[in-house]
């Protein structure tokens, strides 16, 4: 293998804060393990492809969505290619949370914050919640019925915490502003971040097999 | 696709059929993604 | 080759490792959720009900539209008794010492009076003579003579009928109240109220507020929400329009509105904000949970997920 820390001209490691940064980094994430060809054996189960699949699924809502948002908020209800980029953003919008659900079911069940990935299933919920935001002020971002309804319906609970008075749910300028900008930054952003993290930890080993022959012993899930 | 869809009312809860069929997809894609064995494996679960 | 970084838990034993081409995998996913979305939105479309307008509610349902008014210029509206942030009317949700919504204010001000009929009435009455009249008279009145031909004329529109489009009541003493609601159901059937409640003076604008404040103070708009279970205590939350699949991911945030204390307390909305971030917090900190971070030990999923290392293990 490279060395990965190229040493200054006496053998000294860089003191700079870029040198060191970059030593850090490639101490904790080697290019093997942020891009590896090979995985462990136990990594053979159909429930690993719901993490990529709600990946998938994002890339086709921020693809459609970048599409509707450069046409402008009238086309979707006027033409037939906006209201079909619409029906590509609403069915994406649905995998994505199909899949996400599944996914967060599958690690769940893994206890998959074992080992120091503890942060891993923390940005996961924090990315599920922002989606839920992100997809009301989508439903807002319509300008049919169901945003009117959706409008009106949710401002209650929004005003019963003050939020209200400064997230007006009535004002579409500022739900679309928030739905196709501020929001979908926050989750790619967060999504990398979710995924550094895993290739940074590795893929969490299984739950401790217990030793043929004895008994059970409870043992924490580490 | 615009008419009300037909809802289960079942004691205090009241589903759409469309939502129902969601969920219940998800659980059978959660059961297959537990139960079928990857392309290749050569023992059976 | 063991994929681990410095700073993780103790390493275990060498693992053995297979192949696997992670950005093959990425464009695989990529391609598969792609034919799907192409043949559902081909198949299936996406929902698409057209907003309704003041317009199209002052022709649907006059008397429906004319009860508003008429309850929005008494003040007796859900809008005007709101409190934070339209109205200063009321205290709004709290818990116990907890006023969260007096406290943020009343950000976004609404004087049902003025803004939903006084002030429309009064750009409509250039070149209308008889309309300007009956308005003066009206902006004159004491209170009293206000609220008595008020109530008076919601209780005759309780039993009104309608007649090309206008709304008949029976005869009584309103003032000039009818004058003002006939001019007033004339501007929104023209399409014109729509507008100067959007607009409210300036050109552009993007804030919707006092239109939709208004249409929710009807039970057109509601009326409407119901036969599609859009509302509160029909699961709406999770629903949506025609046989699409709403938001299943809100059922447990709507689940609360449809049981008690929930489902009848004036603080509704706040107690089922506060239990959701709870259980949301709770959510985020399963790893640290004792009990809910083992549960998944307890539940022999894992052993379906992880088989093919457990039987290896066995036969060591």
């Known amino acids: 293998m490279r060395p990965t820390v190229i040493a200054g001209p006496t053998g000294e490691r860089s003191r700079s804060w870029t040198g060191r940064a970059r030593a850090g980094l490639a101490e904790k994430l080697p290019m093997e393990n942020l891009l590896p060809d090979r995985q462990p054996y136990y990594v053979g189960s159909w429930i690993y492809v719901f993490g990529v699949a709600t990946i998938a699924a994002l890339v086709l809502t921020v693809l459609s969505g970048v599409i509707l948002a450069i046409a402008g908020p009238e086309w979707w209800h006027i033409s037939v290619a906006g209201r079909f980029f619409n029906s590509l953003h609403f069915w994406s919008v649905q995998l994505f949370f199909v899949f996400m659900v599944l996914h967060l079911w599958g690690q769940y069940f893994m206890a998959s914050w074992r080992g120091g990935r503890a942060p891993t299933w923390m940005i996961g919920v924090v990315i599920f919640a922002i989606s839920i935001v992100a997809a009301f002020t989508g439903y807002l971002s319509q300008q049919n019925f169901a945003s009117q309804w959706i409008a009106v319906s949710a401002k209650d609970a929004l005003n019963a915490t003050g939020f209200g008075a400064f997230f007006n749910v009535l004002n579409f300028g500022q739900m679309y502003g928030v739905h196709v900008a501020l929001l979908p930054a926050a989750i790619i952003g967060l999504v990398a971040l979710h995924i550094v993290w895993v290739r940074l930890k590795g893929v969490v080993p299984p739950i401790d097999v217990m030793p043929a022959g004895t008994r059970p012993t409870p043992k924490k899930v580490r | 696709m615009d008419t009300p869809a037909a809802y289960l009312h079942w004691g205090f809860i009241l589903i759409s059929i469309p939502n129902l069929l969601l969920i219940g997809l998800m659980i059978v894609l959660f059961a297959l993604a537990l139960f079928i064995p990857l392309p290749g494996e050569k023992e059976k679960a | ?316």
């Open chain 3, 1 to 316: 080759m063991l994929q681990r970084g410095a700073t993780s838990a103790p390493t275990a034993p060498a693992i053995r490792t297979v192949p696997y081409d992670l950005l093959k995998e990425v464009a695989i996913a990529m391609v598969a959720c792609l034919v799907l979305v192409v043949v559902l939105a081909a198949v299936l479309s996406s929902p698409d009900v057209p907003s309704v307008t003041i317009q199209s509610w002052a022709q649907a349902d006059p008397v429906d539209f004319t009860t508003t008014a008429t309850n929005e210029l008494a003040g007796t509206t859900t809008t005007a008794g709101y409190g934070a942030p339209y109205t200063s009317a009321d205290a709004g949700q709290t818990l116990g010492p907890i006023a969260p919504s007096k406290w943020a204010g009343v950000r976004q001000p609404v004087d049902t009076a003025n803004d939903f009929v006084i002030n429309p009435l009064k750009h409509a009455s250039v070149g209308d003579a008889e309309l300007a009249t009956a308005l003066a008279g009206f902006v004159a009145a004491s209170d009293t003579q206000k609220t008595t031909w008020l109530t008076a004329y919601t209780k005759a529109l309780g039993e009104a009928t309608t007649a090309d489009g206008k709304v008949v009541v029976a005869g009584g003493d309103y003032g000039s109240v009818p004058v003002l609601m006939d001019r007033l159901l004339t501007v929104a059937r023209s399409g014109g109220l729509d507008g100067l409640l959007l607009s409210s003076g300036h050109f552009y604008q993007t804030d919707f507020t006092k239109p939709l404040l208004f249409m929710a103070d009807g039970t057109y708009l509601a009326g409407l929400a119901n036969q599609q279970h859009l509302t509160g205590n029909q699961w709406g939350m999770m629903n949506e329009t025609g046989l699409y699949p709403g938001q299943s991911w809100l059922w447990l945030y709507t689940v609360w509105y449809q049981i008690p204390p929930f489902n009848t307390a004036p603080n509704g909305d706040l107690l089922v904000v506060i239990l959701m971030g709870a259980l949301t917090l709770g959510l985020l900190l399963v790893p640290f949970i004792p009990g809910l971070r083992d549960i998944p030990r307890l539940v022999p999923i894992y052993r379906l997920v992880w088989r093919r290392y457990y039987r290896e293990e066995a036969r060591r």
